[in-house]
């Protein structure tokens, strides 16, 4: 029909924003952009536009405007698929966390520019971002009635696979989380060997910036295991079921990239476009794992 056509492109509109919204906060902090507009919000530098373009202001007030309009149609997205959409079980609980992720991760940024936080609550700006992207996506493949084509509701997942899948979707926020803390904490090139800190040295960190950054690269090795565990397992037992055969097996795809990539930007010295490739990585592989969590709650029991 017309009305879901123009949803589907609503849909697509806002998840793409989503993207932007978190690829344009990466690309803030790691130019350390995010003073660009001086301690002013939503103004920039005591101005609704401001007149004296720089980098970091072009940047931070690039940010905000698209934050702003991406804002607007993800709203629009909630309430319409909760009319549209709302019969699916899961539509009006995603459609509240994407306004209210939005709005929260929104105000931690403006808090951080009026006032300043500290580098552990800033640290939850990216994944207070990331849970809102996954909603947006999980309601746009809803729109796009995705669970139909892969017969989600016929899904049989056995309680390995869902022990795995629940357990490694919250496990990833965690490395997530300690990724931030990496940046925030400015830890990126303390350690400049790779995969160790100091190549050879077997010892344990010895201060608190080495202590973030060895932490990070041990929760990015577990996840990588962790997912290619599971990928094994999908290939053995669920290759007569596409959606997770292939699902597990581009997560591992993913996570292989963001390890990769994570690698590249201390062996580059914070190559800017590596950087950005890891925070997509990081996205995909986050969206992915939520969409593994909604066909684990459709399935029904398998031994």
Not at 91 to 117: P, Y
Not at 264 to 285: C, D, E, K, Q
Request: aromatic content about 12%; hydrophobic content about 55%.
């Amino acid at each position: 029909m017309q009305y879901n056509r123009y949803l589907k492109w609503f849909g697509v509109a806002s998840t793409i924003g989503m993207l932007l919204i978190l690829l344009g906060g990466a690309l803030v902090t790691k130019t350390d952009s995010g003073m660009g507009c001086g301690r002013h919000w939503p103004g920039c530098n005591g101005q609704l536009i401001p007149n004296e373009i720089t980098a970091e202001v072009l940047i931070e007030f690039s940010h905000r405007v698209v934050t702003g309009a991406v804002g607007i149609l993800i709203v629009v997205l909630a309430v319409w698929s909760w009319k549209a959409i709302g019969h699916k079980r899961e539509t009006k609980l995603l459609s509240f966390l994407a306004i209210f992720f939005l709005i929260l991760q929104a105000l931690i940024g403006a808090a951080q520019v009026l006032w300043g936080q500290g580098d552990f609550i800033l640290a939850l700006h990216f994944g207070i971002s990331l849970i809102s992207f996954s909603s947006v996506l999980l309601l746009t493949l809803l729109v796009f009635e995705v669970d139909q084509k892969f017969d989600a509701d016929r899904i049989s997942i056995g309680k390995t696979l869902k022990f795995h899948t629940i357990g490694v979707t919250i496990y990833s926020y965690i490395v997530v989380y300690t990724g931030a803390l990496v940046r925030h904490t400015e830890s990126e090139l303390v350690c400049t060997d790779w995969p160790m800190c100091n190549n050879g040295d077997f010892s344990l960190p010895a201060n608190f910036w080495e202590w973030v950054q060895m932490s990070h690269r041990a929760a990015a090795a577990l996840i990588f295991i962790w997912l290619g565990v599971i990928a094994i397992h999908a290939i053995r037992h669920y290759k007569n079921q596409r959606v997770i055969y292939w699902g597990w097996i581009i997560a591992f795809v993913l996570v292989t990239f963001q390890v990769l990539a994570g690698a590249a930007v201390i062996l580059t010295r914070l190559n800017l476009y590596l950087a950005l490739a890891h925070s997509l990585f990081v996205i995909l592989l986050f969206g992915l794992l939520t969409y593994m969590v909604l066909l684990v709650s459709r399935s029904k029991h398998k031994n």
